[in-house]
């Protein structure tokens, strides 16, 4: 483990971005924390959390994928897929970081999605232990230690320290750099944070949240259940859950005509809406309530049952915030789970 | 960089053929820009052909994979992609990209069975692959019953190969009907689901069916009335896609992928998702 002082850390940002581009949780003028382009000014923001997820890195809310130049009754396909440049995403939480297992299940699993595996291969994630989670937080049911993130380096931030911990190669390579920036420490105060978080995440009001009830293997259990009427009934079918969600991978693939030629595109698409299974026979998910249940079906029964019991949920709370009815996957879970307090 | 495999992308095709079937149904050959094959398939599998500019679009592929030359689309005018079609010419270039799904398992589960194909309208079309895999590899099967059924005689797909081909194989009978009496036919007139009944078949055979949801739904409670068990029962279905490979959640049905797990499904396999096909 290799520390700085907190005030170093500027030096430490200058550092790596001569390598790479990197990305810091900043404030916007509105007071909303976003991954910013880091470059000389840009200070590293205190909020618990950044407004977007991170999963933009990897898998961005619009991407274009290829180009088809038109002639007469000629096509001519253009692969229009560059070189990824290497950039490192700093300051991601440890229930983010799970969210890219997550993805990785969907856009790594055969056949690849070189879009994805491109920018999974040239960024590095250096996460950010939790010190003061919030009320909307519920990482720790879904088996996540906010004090002990994952990534290619694990950071702990205290009032005056930062704490650098390498996990993998590509973390390894880049604390190589960061070597005269820092120095070689033990783990107590890091040990002494972890413990003190420890403590914090009991007193959470969802603490005592669990996935129980829910799983791979419970489609015909929970489908039917009367529940999902009035969960679903004031859902204005806005989507904004699944935007803001780390784990909501469901996307659409549009052709935009430029004039010049035909930029075909993918940009990220949700299960809430009518126009999602909306074919030339009909719509197999016709009502809200179809849709609602779709989304939290999927991420709690129908993903686990896929993989190896892992939910696509990571508890980030964000959902929570956002949703302007009130409604989330947590008023789910207690109503039609285990766990119906 | 660029030699990274790409599902997404797709290949140039050309329409070298264009078959006017029904009123709204036209076949199309495709083939790549140097005369061959797109790529190899299964029966039952299916192929994502596109438009730039309009669109993209999963279809089932109506020829057999012992036709090694080209391959076949069926395609009945519906929506923005269809009308397109509809409107192309030999000649016109498309996109296109698969094989996508897993096929009717016509080398194991199928062989040395009796084959009882079920299909109404334009559900030919994914059924046609089997019926002439089926009948290239003869000896393979026993005996092939094909219930087909449609509106009018005018909307029957692939009318004279079934009149043709199909009716005069050996140990191959085909059973058709229309919905309303018309002038000029002097065939069965009825809905599928009904005509099966009437015919009553044997339980021993296999049965694949397709067709439009409810035809399937009653043709479905007509064979267990028969005696077949859901076991014995396939059906192939079809829901919106975009990515064919089970990502982008599209065709999200339970615990699978229509695109991916599917199209093709046993009955029994089912019973076993949510009713949202």
């Known amino acids: ?341 | 960089m660029n030699n990274r495999t790409e599902t997404l992308i797709p290949k140039v095709g050309v329409i070298t053929d264009v078959r006017i079937d029904t009123p709204d149904i036209k076949t199309f050959r495709v083939v790549t820009t140097d005369g061959k094959k797109a790529f190899d398939h299964r029966p039952g599998q299916c192929a994502m052909l596109s438009i730039p500019g309009v669109g993209e679009a999963m279809f089932s592929i109506t020829s057999s994979p012992t036709n090694e030359e080209f391959m076949e689309f069926s395609i009945k005018k519906c929506g923005c992609v269809t009308e397109w079609l509809h409107q192309a010419e030999v000649g016109q270039q498309i996109t296109i990209r698969g094989p996508y799904g897993n096929p009717f398992p016509v080398d194991d589960v199928f062989a040395g069975k009796n084959l009882l194909f079920i299909a109404g309208g334009v559900g030919l079309a994914p059924l046609r692959s089997v019926i002439n895999y089926c009948r290239h590899y003869r000896d393979r099967y026993g005996d092939i019953d094909i219930v087909y059924g449609s509106r009018s005689k005018d909307d029957l797909l692939d009318y004279k190969e079934i009149i043709d081909e199909w009716a005069t194989d050996a140990g191959v009978n085909v059973h058709l009907t229309i919905d309303n009496p018309q002038e000029g036919w002097d065939g069965h007139v009825g809905f599928v689901p009904n005509y099966v009944k009437e015919l009553g078949f044997d339980t021993n055979k296999t049965a694949i069916l397709c067709g439009p949801p409810i035809m399937i739904k009653f043709t479905l409670e007509g064979l267990c009335g028969l005696g077949f068990d859901k076991t014995q029962i396939y059906t192939t279905l079809e829901l919106r896609m975009k990515c064919g490979v089970g990502k982008c959640g599209r065709c999200n049905v339970g615990a699978k992928y229509v695109c991916k797990d599917g199209p093709v499904f046993r009955c029994d396999e089912l019973d076993e998702l949510p009713s949202e096909y």
């Open chain 1, 1 to 341: 483990m290799r520390k700085c002082s907190l005030d170093s850390m500027n030096s430490v940002f200058a550092e790596i971005a001569k390598a790479a581009t990197l990305y810091i949780p900043a404030d916007r003028t509105d007071g909303a924390a976003v991954y910013t382009k880091w470059e000389e000014g840009v200070v590293w923001s205190n909020a618990l959390n950044t407004v977007r997820s991170p999963k933009d890195f990897f898998f961005p809310q619009m991407e274009n994928l290829m180009e088809f130049k038109t002639q007469g009754k000629n096509i001519e396909i253009i692969d229009t897929r560059s070189e990824t440049e290497d950039f490192v995403v700093f300051g991601v939480r440890a229930c983010d970081v799970k969210s890219f297992e997550i993805l990785d299940r969907v856009f790594l699993s055969e056949p690849v999605d070189s879009y994805y595996a491109a920018r999974r291969a040239h960024g590095v994630i250096i996460s950010l232990a939790c010190t003061r989670p919030s009320e909307t937080c519920f990482c720790g049911t879904f088996g996540i230690n906010p004090a002990e993130p994952a990534g290619d380096i694990s950071v702990w931030k205290t009032e005056t320290e930062v704490f650098f911990r390498s996990n993998t190669e590509k973390g390894a390579a880049l604390m190589q750099k960061l070597e005269a920036l820092t120095e070689e420490c033990t783990e107590e105060a890091v040990d002494a944070q972890k413990e003190k978080i420890s403590a914090v995440m009991k007193k959470l009001p969802l603490a005592d949240l669990t996935t129980e009830g829910f799983g791979g293997g419970k489609t015909k259990e929970l489908f039917d259940n009367p529940a999902w009427d009035e969960l679903s009934q004031t859902c204005l079918g806005c989507g904004t859950c699944t935007f803001v969600c780390p784990t909501c991978q469901c996307y659409d693939i549009k052709d935009f005509n430029t004039g010049k030629g035909v930029i075909r595109y993918r940009c990220w698409d949700s299960c809430m809406y009518s126009e999602f299974t909306r074919m030339a026979h009909g719509n197999n998910r016709n009502s809200q309530k179809e849709r609602f249940r779709q989304r939290f079906m999927h991420k709690l029964v129908y993903y686990p049952e896929n993989n190896d019991g892992l939910f696509s949920c990571v508890g980030c709370g964000r959902c929570l915030a956002k949703c302007p009815i009130s409604m989330n996957i947590v008023k789910v879970m207690k109503k039609i789970g285990g766990n119906n307090k």
